[in-house]
């Protein structure tokens, strides 16, 4: 292992890992560097990499960097714990090493962080958001994360002590660990997407979403049905009837009711009518099907509802 340069207390920890960047290296480090918020490490650690990033990470000569190495490619995610173990700072960016931090990117989110001490995680959100009607806050988000991910990766900005305590991530999901950590962090506190960008985030055919695209999207089903089970026994009122297993062991019905318990939570017109448009959607589906055990699911999932929404 190789490190060079220390800062005893940082006020921000950036982690970086990288494999095989060579391209798009230089601009990523130089990204940081040139931040108009200065207090931070930098943490980089090449994953194995075969080809000339380690050549280019040393070729830095700034204090605030510090090199290590994986003796072997590990994936990105345990790479990232690595980090995060050293990390020194009160506050966590993520960042990736193909893509370009822009210069306010830190000052912006550490002030934002440091004024609302409520908010556990803050990024920039993707071009998908589903719901035209809905305002990105902290209620929507976690609303939204049980569709999929609305967070890009490379713009989180997490309480360090958070993040610990959760475990960093979750290595289990080889190729979608960020989404679960979005998830577990929704059901402890707020998460919110701040408008402006803070990244230029880089498409090319290497990274995961791509070339492990049928992979990722496997691991990204489980952690949306973990997180839609955790999110009904979270908001489940004492007036509510206990969802039946069987419903929540199907993805779309576990849907439906997460939302319609989200509704009576918030008491929302907006998540209640958002819950009836995907509860015909079920049926619809299930009705289709000749099983007489699904349509046996279909009347015991009706009766619950007026049970538990009447």
Same mark, same amino acid.
């Given at each position: 292992?190789? @490190?060079?340069?220390?800062?005893?207390?940082?006020?921000? &920890?950036?982690?970086?890992?990288?494999?095989?960047?060579?391209?798009?290296?230089?601009?990523?480090?130089?990204?940081?560097?040139?931040?108009?918020?200065?207090?931070?490490?930098?943490?980089?650690?090449?994953?194995?990499?075969?080809?000339?990033?380690?050549?280019?990470? #040393?070729?830095?000569?700034?204090?605030?960097?510090?090199? $290590?190495? +994986? =003796?072997? *490619?590990?994936?990105?995610?345990?790479?990232?714990?690595?980090?995060?173990? $050293?990390?020194?700072?009160?506050?966590?960016?993520?960042?990736?090493?193909?893509?370009?931090?822009?210069? /306010?990117?830190?000052?912006?989110?550490?002030?934002?962080?440091?004024? %609302?001490?409520?908010?556990?995680?803050?990024?920039?959100?993707?071009?998908?958001?589903?719901?035209?009607?809905?305002?990105?806050?902290?209620?929507?988000?976690?609303?939204?994360?049980?569709?999929? +991910?609305?967070?890009? %990766? &490379?713009?989180?900005?997490?309480?360090? @002590? $958070?993040?610990? &305590?959760?475990?960093?991530?979750?290595?289990?999901?080889?190729?979608?660990?960020? #989404?679960?950590?979005?998830?577990?962090?929704?059901?402890?506190?707020?998460?919110?997407?701040?408008?402006?960008?803070?990244?230029?985030?880089?498409? %090319?055919?290497?990274?995961?979403?791509?070339?492990?695209? =049928?992979?990722?999207?496997?691991?990204?089903?489980?952690?949306?049905?973990?997180?839609?089970?955790?999110?009904?026994?979270?908001?489940?009122?004492? /007036?509510?009837?206990?969802?039946?297993?069987?419903?929540?062991?199907?993805?779309?019905?576990?849907?439906?009711?997460?939302?319609?318990?989200?509704?009576?939570?918030?008491?929302?017109?907006?998540? &209640?009518?958002?819950?009836?448009?995907?509860?015909? *959607?079920?049926?619809? =589906?299930?009705?289709?099907?000749?099983?007489?055990?699904?349509?046996?699911?279909?009347?015991?999932?009706?009766?619950?509802?007026?049970?538990?929404?009447?």
């Amino acid at each position: 292992m190789k @490190e060079r340069g220390e800062l005893i207390h940082p006020a921000i &920890s950036v982690i970086m890992p990288v494999y095989n960047a060579e391209r798009h290296l230089n601009d990523a480090v130089c990204s940081i560097l040139t931040q108009t918020f200065q207090d931070f490490e930098l943490l980089i650690i090449d994953d194995g990499s075969t080809e000339q990033s380690l050549p280019i990470l #040393y070729s830095f000569k700034d204090p605030r960097i510090q090199i $290590l190495t +994986n =003796e072997t *490619n590990r994936g990105t995610y345990p790479t990232r714990n690595r980090g995060l173990q $050293l990390a020194k700072g009160k506050y966590i960016a993520v960042m990736d090493a193909d893509d370009i931090a822009l210069p /306010d990117r830190l000052l912006t989110q550490y002030n934002y962080m440091e004024k %609302h001490t409520d908010v556990c995680v803050i990024g920039a959100g993707t071009m998908f958001w589903p719901y035209s009607d809905m305002q990105p806050n902290a209620d929507s988000i976690r609303a939204v994360l049980l569709l999929n +991910n609305c967070f890009i %990766h &490379s713009s989180l900005f997490i309480r360090k @002590e $958070l993040m610990t &305590s959760l475990g960093g991530y979750d290595e289990r999901f080889t190729y979608a660990a960020d #989404y679960d950590l979005v998830c577990r962090i929704a059901l402890k506190g707020k998460l919110e997407i701040l408008q402006q960008p803070f990244v230029q985030y880089r498409w %090319h055919d290497q990274q995961i979403s791509i070339c492990k695209k =049928e992979e990722q999207q496997y691991f990204a089903e489980q952690i949306r049905n973990a997180y839609r089970k955790a999110f009904i026994r979270q908001y489940l009122l004492p /007036d509510m009837y206990e969802p039946a297993p069987f419903m929540l062991s199907h993805s779309r019905m576990n849907l439906v009711i997460a939302l319609f318990i989200y509704a009576r939570f918030l008491n929302s017109c907006f998540y &209640s009518k958002l819950a009836e448009t995907y509860l015909d *959607n079920v049926i619809s =589906e299930l009705s289709s099907q000749k099983s007489t055990g699904f349509k046996r699911r279909i009347n015991r999932l009706r009766l619950w509802l007026p049970i538990s929404f009447g």
